[in-house]
């Protein structure tokens, strides 16, 4: 039977029915099965088992243990039961349909009753939700929608497999509008969350249904991609182990599946709400009965309004829908509120939280119509905040400190210690708060700055010169939930000195205000600063109608202290530039060459300039290049001061040595090296001069230090900074597998410690050093569905792109944890050039060859896999003059 919808704007109401297509006019994909493996589903063993039945492999689902193969549709069963003989498979079960859980409606309310009804506004007094996605896995969204596009991420389309998240029947926009469209933007109507991102998942087609193995597959990327909520309002009547499976990855990583209950006004179960840790929810009316479309069971986990949802529809419109499937995304968009307040919940906590801080309705206690109750956002988020409603009178305070107008972008001394938003980079808000922006837009002046006004970047030695902006105002909705008074320090930059100015209004929840500044004049940076508690809203009114308002970064708490603390070691003249094996186990900079600073220490040079003298020498003075066997004499240089920046972040005390050289015996050149802490105190200083020989000045240091050079006479130079002490580590390498099948698809196979997706984007893990050379980049196609190409983290489409030499390159790793790990290599022959054909060496630091691997014939996509510890290089080499060789990934595991 198929089901109807209907959708009203204004007086006019439309019926569409979901007509019946051949490719689901029966309970099931008719040629296709879906295989649970007992052992690794990505082993090469299952591909060849399929294919000695015929089948076809469609989709590997390695982390669920799954594989969806195609299968002509005569032999499906004999296939299936010839599959489950086998010993390495656990089971196989058709792909089932599921269907869309919305039924036909008469418009009969003119405002979204059942906000109230869950007592959403008094939630919203704690929090508008965050920054964590909500997955809707449905037909799609409309992305062009006024309340829905501000809010739509990237997602993934089943049914074409590509990116296109467009929706392909209305049903996914209505169902997204109801949990998450944008409120207070003064249009249409307003989701249950303000703030939580849509993650578009279409595993529904243009006739309303979808296949299990779809929903499967889309559960595991939800949960991969960081959405802690995923929402999935279908359902089919048939059990199905793959279903549990996705519903069991999500909730064993942290993510609960909240699903529909369906709506055939009966008890029989429907899944994936049924599933084991699937919240199943069924739909109540206006005046708290079960509605009467509604399923029902022992299965049921919780109820929600579902009867005359007034939502958003596809083509930019609003209609009133109703059925189980906006019942759902009203509990997914609870739960996002109460991880908003409280992101340390477990899966097992946040059900059991939604379960005891709902509406008891029905049969007091549980009862197969309405579960645990009815869903309460206001009861469910004040207990996951730990306490009763916000204090009367909008229980926000507020004193003003400073104004601070010489720190500029060098914040980590004296701002954000407990938290930041560095706009544009990184935000690492403190738990004590819940920081919700609006009215704000985003805009990035310079994303890589040495200018001091620049915000130093949280985990980086380089500044960024960006904002948030409005034209009118925008607001920072601040609420502190651990009853405690703290430090907030906001950044104010005119960054290209537009005359811009403001007004800065500190108001409680009930818009009493508090405090207020005006800000003008701020080309070179400006911190307001104020000691805050409570729920405040900071906003930023501009005043300047030829201009905007901004803010550039937002800090909690004061700066880190600064505890820094340096012992020299020695002076050394003799090593000259021959410092592998002396200097820099742990990392370096050979300036002008290559940087690999270690995990344990920030980085940040100011005031210096560049400069080579000879870019390739084989003179003793000049330092080794990283990777490469000759040596290069460069340096930074100032006539006047320079500093490094050294914050070491794990505690411990770490040996560092400047290798200085006056290579062209300038003056001859005369310095000063002084040891600062972060307030300025000296901890240790050192006079150079006749140093044309070159000399390392060594220190153990620790905590938060600046390392400034003060020219005496000609200018200052600096020509590297070695971290650690000599690698006393050995490289080694253990070849594990060359791997032909994976393809482009290496999430959930490689890469769950740190990757780097060639010209796409680099993760690397903390426990490696990672530095190519020799290398040139090219991509061959920036977005692909070719299963060749590699998947892009975060995205649903692929990439393919390469690192290439036409005769060697190479990638340094260096291992600094004194452990061994699995490094893969991804080659492919992307555009069978040549053929191409390569050798890949991994060579330790004294260039002895510790494993070979020659490969061509590589156009389907080839992965190297070793075990690597200690210091070793990747050394690529052409050995087909015609062509190239090709590097398209590295994945760390």
Not at 77 to 87: I, N, S, T, Y
Not at 357 to 368: A, E, K, M, V
Not at 430 to 449: D, I, L, M, Q, R
Request: net charge negative.
């Amino acid at each position: 039977m198929r089901l109807h919808r209907s959708i009203s704007t204004g007086l006019f109401v439309c019926f569409v029915a979901f007509a019946q297509s051949p490719q689901t006019a029966g309970t099931h994909v008719p040629d296709q099965l879906i295989v649970h493996h007992r052992g690794d589903a990505a082993d090469p063993a299952a591909a060849r088992l399929f294919a000695a039945h015929g089948a076809l492999a469609l989709r590997v689902m390695a982390p669920l243990k799954l594989s969806v193969i195609r299968v002509a549709p005569a032999q499906l069963e004999a296939v299936a039961q010839a599959l489950r003989a086998d010993p390495t498979v656990a089971e196989v079960e058709y792909d089932y349909y599921a269907r869309v859980a919305a039924v036909p409606n008469d418009p009969s309310y003119s405002a979204q009753w059942h906000l109230a009804k869950i007592q959403a506004p008094n939630a919203w007094d704690r929090t508008g939700g965050s920054a964590m996605p909500i997955a809707i896995l449905d037909s799609g969204v409309d992305s062009t929608h006024p309340d829905l596009g501000p809010r739509v991420m990237a997602g993934w389309n089943y049914i074409y497999n590509n990116s296109n998240t467009s929706d392909l029947l209305g049903h996914g926009t209505a169902v997204a509008g109801t949990a998450a469209a944008v409120t207070n933007n003064g249009l249409g109507v307003a989701g249950v969350t303000w703030w939580n991102p849509i993650m578009p998942l279409v595993v529904i087609d243009s006739t309303g249904y979808a296949a299990y193995s779809n929903v499967a597959a889309a559960i595991q990327y939800a949960t991969d991609h960081g959405a802690r909520v995923i929402n999935v309002s279908l359902g089919g009547t048939s059990p199905s182990s793959a279903l549990q499976n996705a519903v069991d990855y999500a909730w064993n990583a942290g993510a609960i599946v909240v699903a529909s209950a369906m709506n055939n006004s009966n008890s029989t179960p429907e899944y994936p709400a049924a599933c084991n840790h699937a919240i199943a929810v069924s739909a109540t009316d206006e005046n708290d009965n079960l509605a009467g479309f509604s399923d029902y069971g022992s299965w049921i986990t919780l109820s929600a309004p579902g009867n005359d949802i007034l939502t958003t529809m596809q083509g930019g419109g609003y209609g009133y829908w109703y059925g189980t499937s906006f019942s759902a995304p009203i509990v997914s968009s609870v739960a996002a509120l109460a991880l908003a307040v409280n992101p340390s919940l477990t899966a097992q906590s946040l059900v059991t939280l939604l379960e005891q801080n709902s509406d008891d309705l029905g049969t007091p206690g549980y009862d197969t119509s309405f579960g645990w109750g009815r869903i309460n956002a206001y009861r469910a988020v004040s207990a996951a905040a730990g306490g009763g409603p916000p204090p009367p009178g909008g229980g926000g305070s507020a004193t003003f400190i400073k104004t601070d107008v010489t720190t500029q972008g060098s914040w980590r001394s004296s701002y954000g210690a407990d938290g930041y938003n560095v706009i544009n980079n990184a935000t690492a808000y403190p738990a004590y708060v819940t920081a919700t922006p609006s009215g704000n837009y985003s805009y990035t002046w310079v994303p890589s700055t040495t200018d001091v006004r620049g915000e130093l970047k949280a985990g980086a030695s380089d500044r960024i010169g960006a904002c948030w902006y409005n034209g009118s105002s925008m607001s920072l909705d601040l609420n502190f939930t651990d009853g405690n008074t703290h430090q907030v320090a906001i950044y104010l930059l005119d960054w290209e000195y537009a005359g811009r100015s403001e007004r800065v209004d500190i108001v409680d929840g009930n818009n009493n205000l508090l405090d207020t500044r005006t800000a003008s004049g701020f080309g070179y940076g400006q911190y307001l600063v104020w000691n805050l508690s409570g729920h405040v809203i900071i906003r930023v009114t501009n005043l300047n109608g030829a201009s905007n308002g901004v803010i550039s970064g937002v800090f909690f708490g004061a700066g880190a202290a600064a505890g820094g603390s340096a012992a020299f070691l020695k002076t050394d003249v003799t090593t000259q530039g021959s410092w592998k094996g002396v200097y820099g186990g742990d990392g370096y900079n050979v300036i002008n060459n290559s940087a690999s600073y270690p995990g344990y220490v920030a980085v940040t040079p100011s005031g210096n300039s560049s400069y080579t003298w000879v870019a390739s020498t084989s003179d003793s003075r000049g330092l080794l290049k990283a990777t490469a066997s000759d040596r290069i004499a460069s340096c930074w240089y100032t006539g006047s001061s320079m500093s490094v920046d050294l914050n070491f972040t794990d505690g411990n005390a770490h040996q560092v040595a400047l290798y200085l050289v006056d290579w062209d015996y300038y003056g001859p050149r005369s310095e000063r090296i002084d040891i600062v802490d972060a307030n300025n105190n000296v901890l240790d200083t050192r006079t150079v001069s006749s140093f044309w020989g070159g000399i390392y000045l060594v220190w153990n240091l620790g905590g938060h230090v600046i390392v400034r050079i003060t020219n005496l006479y000609s200018n200052a130079v600096i020509s590297g900074i070695f971290f650690g002490a000599g690698s006393s580590q050995a490289g080694s390498a253990h070849f594990l597998k060359s791997d032909t099948t994976t393809q482009g698809s290496w999430s959930g196979v490689y890469g769950a410690d740190g990757y780097n997706v060639i010209n796409y984007v680099a993760a690397y893990p903390g426990y490696v050093a990672a530095t190519p050379s020799g290398n040139a980049s090219y991509t061959w196609a920036a977005s692909a569905t070719d299963i060749r190409a590699l998947q892009k983290p975060g995205a649903g489409d692929r990439i393919a792109s390469c690192w290439y030499t036409g005769s060697s390159m190479n990638l340094d790793l260096n291992f600094t944890d004194g452990n061994t790990h699995q490094v893969a290599l991804y080659l492919v022959d992307w555009d069978y050039y040549g053929p191409r054909s390569e050798r890949v060496d991994i060579v330790d630091t004294n260039n002895n060859v510790l494993d070979t691997r020659t490969v061509s014939s590589f156009w389907g996509g080839i992965y190297l896999v070793w075990n690597l510890g200690g210091h070793v290089t990747v050394r690529v080499t052409n050995t087909n003059g015609a062509s190239n060789a090709v590097m398209s990934g590295v994945f760390f595991r």
